[in-house]
């Protein structure tokens, strides 16, 4: 099955965007070619750009006290298990000392490193890391690979708070959903959304024998689903069969 999701505001699609830059920098980093690395360093530049939003760290932390205080108001409830349930809390107390304990925006220790700056400034014009433009960053590319790699996890490591908060809000809202099997009739799909529950993420998963690309849209008070084919030109077109997907709606 293939995992479409759909963020319904744009906190959560700074926080799926961090997730996949997180996970790409996870696969990069243990691995042992230069070019992999290189790799590596520009997706650490992407979530610095991505983390450099002012309100982010502000607004991981509220969601962390959030989730603590809805959490916190289980307790007592005989169906729910107290000890799954304190290190749950315990984890996001944790991730919010963790990322409150640092000072400024996520990676801004990272800016005073002059050398990793000099890259920064290049990575966004085509070609612009070539020997003859970063000798002492080309020649960094020769060092062993575990040098490496333990150059790059020393600068991951600045931005592991952040990501360890991200990983588990993303957790806490998915696990908050029922999914649900739909079906599209001539390949259109539309939900009303109950009153007083504030939706944040759409999940769909689909067959990909089938075929189908999903076309998402959305609102606090509608979803809607079209479904498409992608033709011999690359085209995608309309799809104009019945079919089944399965649908979850994350609050």
Known sequence: MILYEYPFNERLRTYLRLEQLFRRLGELIPRPHALDHHFALVTIFEIMDVAARADLKSDVLKDIEKHKHQLDSYRGNPSISEAALDAVIEQLDRCFLALNSQTGKSGHSLTENDWLMSIRSRVGIPGGTCGFDLPAYYAWQHHPHTVR??????????????????????????????????????????????????????????????????????????????????????????????????????A
């Open 149 to 250: 790699q333990q150059a790059l996890e020393g600068w991951a490591s600045t931005l592991s708070p952040l990501a360890e908060s991200i990983y588990v809000l993303l957790k806490l809202l998915r696990d908050s959903g029922v999914p649900q099997k739909v079906a599209a009739e001539r390949g259109q799909f539309q939900q009303t959304l109950p009153q007083g529950r504030t939706f944040q993420l759409l999940r769909l998963r689909i067959d990909p024998a089938l075929g189908l690309i999903p076309e998402i849209s959305g609102n606090r008070l509608i979803v809607s689903v079209r479904l498409m084919r992608m033709h011999e030109d690359m085209r995608l077109h309309a799809c104009s069969e019945d079919a089944a997907f399965e649908l979850t709606l994350c």
